[in-house]
Structures are given as structure tokens and as C-alpha cells.
């Protein structure tokens, strides 16, 4: 029963950091409001396209910072194992869905980053910096952060099975990089409707 509360309130608290909205904030101070302009989405990569390059990188290391520290709180707490996956997921869902901005947020990429750093250490860095070369070479591409996320988890995939190193956390990390997707997917989809109903 302890187990189970402690869980729950791992999972609060790291809603609470996954909702901080930094990329709104940080966009309202250049008198930019970032859910109103270019995707719509409250992330790095729209903050830098339709505010600016300093802005852009402060949201990116916070939003990374926030997915670290879900990860690191609940693993403080005593949530253990694969069971850590559930607070990461519960820090997306609040980045997806932030109560501070009237549960708007942006997909989830560069929280997931921080996620991975969190979880794999080193390989989870690589991970990171793989996406973000992905997203340079990529970045007059639609599918930018999509390509981005996949090419980052499978190299976090092969080089935990490489080094033998958490494996079973990498494998259950697979539904967390699924659910982002699936969420991507879904809000490029409905934007692109948008687009194309507006012409």
C-alpha cells in the first residue's frame, strides 16, 4: 500500500514538472505567444524557428532539466525498476497538458531527452545528441522531430543492448517513445487539416 502511494505521488510531482510551461513563459517575455504562432506547440524547436536561437536553447535545457528531474525525484522517492516509467510518463502527459496553460503544451521531445539522460547516464546523453543531429540535417523536413526521436531511440535501444545496460528499462522505455509519436503524429495530422481547410 506504501509502495502504491508513494508511486501516485511520484507521479504528481513529476506532472508538476512536466507542466512547467518554460517555453510560454519564456516566449511571453519577447511578447510572443508561442501557442498563437508557427505550430503552435510550446517546444524548442517552434521557439526557435518564431522567437529566437537564446530563447529556444534556455527552453531546451530546461525542458530537458524538468524530464531529468521527474525521473530523478521519483527515483529519491523509491520508485524503482520499469516502475519508473510511470512518473516519466505522468512528467509527458504534463507537458502535453500543462494546467498553466489551460492544458496546452508541445510533444515532448526534449523532455524526453531529459528522460533518457536520467534513466541511461552516458547513453542516454548520446541519445540526445544524436536527435539533435538528426534535427539539424533534417530541418526543413515535416516530420523534423519525428525522424529526430526515432534515429535517438534506436541508437539508445542498440547501445543499452550493446553494453548490456538496462535493458529491460530500454525496452519498456519503448511504449514512452510510442506514446510521444502516436501524440506527434496525431497533432501534425490535425494541424496539417487546419492548414489545408485555410486555404
Excluded at 519564456?26 to 505550430?39: A, E, P, Q, V, Y
Excluded at 525525484?73 to 502527459?93: N, T, Y
Excluded at 552516458?122 to 539533435?132: D, E, M, T, W
Excluded at 526521436?149 to 534506436?154: D, G, K, R, S, T
Aim: charged share 15%; with cysteine; aromatic share 10%.
Amino acid at each position: 500500500m506504501e509502495e502504491c502511494l508513494t508511486l501516485i505521488l511520484a507521479c504528481l510531482v513529476s506532472y508538476i514538472f512536466g507542466a512547467l510551461p518554460f517555453a510560454h513563459r519564456i516566449s511571453r517575455r519577447k511578447g510572443i505567444d508561442i501557442f498563437s504562432i508557427g505550430t503552435g506547440l510550446a517546444g524548442a524547436s517552434n521557439v526557435m524557428k518564431n522567437v529566437g536561437r537564446l530563447p529556444a536553447i534556455i527552453v531546451l535545457f530546461f525542458d530537458i532539466a524538468k524530464g531529468a528531474l521527474a525521473v530523478i525525484v521519483s527515483d529519491m522517492m523509491g520508485v524503482e525498476g520499469p516502475l519508473i516509467l510511470l512518473p516519466a510518463s505522468a512528467a509527458i502527459f504534463g507537458h502535453w497538458n500543462s494546467i498553466f496553460t489551460r492544458f496546452k503544451g508541445g510533444d515532448g521531445m526534449a523532455i524526453a531527452g531529459g528522460i533518457a539522460i536520467a534513466l541511461f547516464g552516458g547513453i542516454g546523453f548520446f541519445a540526445l545528441f544524436v536527435a539533435c543531429i538528426v534535427t539539424i540535417l533534417t530541418q526543413k523536413l515535416w516530420l523534423t522531430s519525428l525522424t529526430s526521436i526515432i534515429f535517438a531511440y534506436l541508437s539508445l535501444l542498440f547501445l543499452t543492448h550493446l553494453f548490456n545496460k538496462d535493458e529491460d528499462i530500454a525496452v519498456g522505455f519503448t511504449a514512452v517513445v510510442l506514446l510521444i509519436l502516436t501524440h506527434a503524429m496525431r497533432g501534425h495530422a490535425r494541424r496539417r487539416k487546419i492548414a489545408r481547410q485555410s486555404e
